[in-house]
């Protein structure tokens, strides 16, 4: 694959330096009111003129690893899943390691797919996909989403109230009924009770996020 680099930054009107310092880096950056999450990625992958696309959020960072396997890897293939780590207040949480996600891509196949977590239509948790042949590479895409107890209950509220808006109340029950299932699945099957009082936390609001998703969806 082709080492030559271009950088470029979508930025939602940021109110901090982050255009300024990402243009004093040499990317090419531009600036556009946020509407959603899937709109942002879809609009981002449409601006981009390289045959290959490496996508970033600005709370990840690749590992030594993972960045000699993205220089090296062979264009056989239309994408390229990493493995990314998420922290909570500074750990790596078992439940949320290895998840594979496409983030290497020839840039034509790629689209984006929103996955809400309670169901439903909303423009949330998207992902890239693109057809197969694709293949994996070595090394962690680290993302620093969650660095204090704050930054989780803001994005659990934001999140939740987002689907709420294209979700049926009706999931409410089932939603509730599965909730503690969910809580032991994590708990157990995903060890997060080896990550102390972090993995209970994230397990239990994990369990309970699309409870929160129904009961506001009742509410609106």
Not at 7 to 23: G, M, N, W
Not at 171 to 177: E, F, K, S, V, Y
Not at 191 to 201: E, I, S, T, V
Request: proline share 5%; net charge neutral; glycine share 6%.
């Amino acid at each position: 694959m082709p080492h030559g680099i271009h950088v470029l930054v979508i930025d939602a009107q940021s109110h901090d330096r982050t255009a300024e310092f990402a243009r004093s880096a040499g990317a090419t950056v531009v600036e556009r009111a946020w509407t959603d999450f899937v709109d942002a990625r879809r609009f981002a992958l449409a601006q981009v003129a390289t045959p290959w696309t490496l996508a970033i959020d600005a709370d990840e960072a690749l590992d030594d690893r993972l960045r000699a396997a993205i220089l090296a890897a062979g264009e056989h293939v239309n994408g390229y899943r990493v493995r990314r780590d998420t922290y909570f207040c500074g750990k790596s949480l078992r439940m949320w390691r290895r998840e594979p996600l496409l983030r290497l891509f020839r840039t034509e196949a790629a689209r984006v797919e929103a996955h809400p977590a309670a169901g439903g239509d909303a423009p949330l948790h998207e992902t890239y996909a693109c057809n197969e042949p694709t293949g994996d590479l070595t090394g962690t895409l680290m993302h620093f989403s969650y660095p204090d107890l704050a930054s989780y209950r803001t994005r659990f509220s934001a999140y939740t109230a987002i689907e709420a808006r294209a979700t049926s109340p009706a999931t409410l029950p089932g939603a509730a009924l599965l909730a503690l299932p969910r809580f032991a699945r994590s708990m157990l099957a995903r060890g997060a009770f080896l990550d102390g009082w972090q993995g209970w936390y994230v397990a239990w609001m994990s369990a309970w996020y699309p409870v929160a998703v129904a009961a506001k969806a009742m509410l609106r």
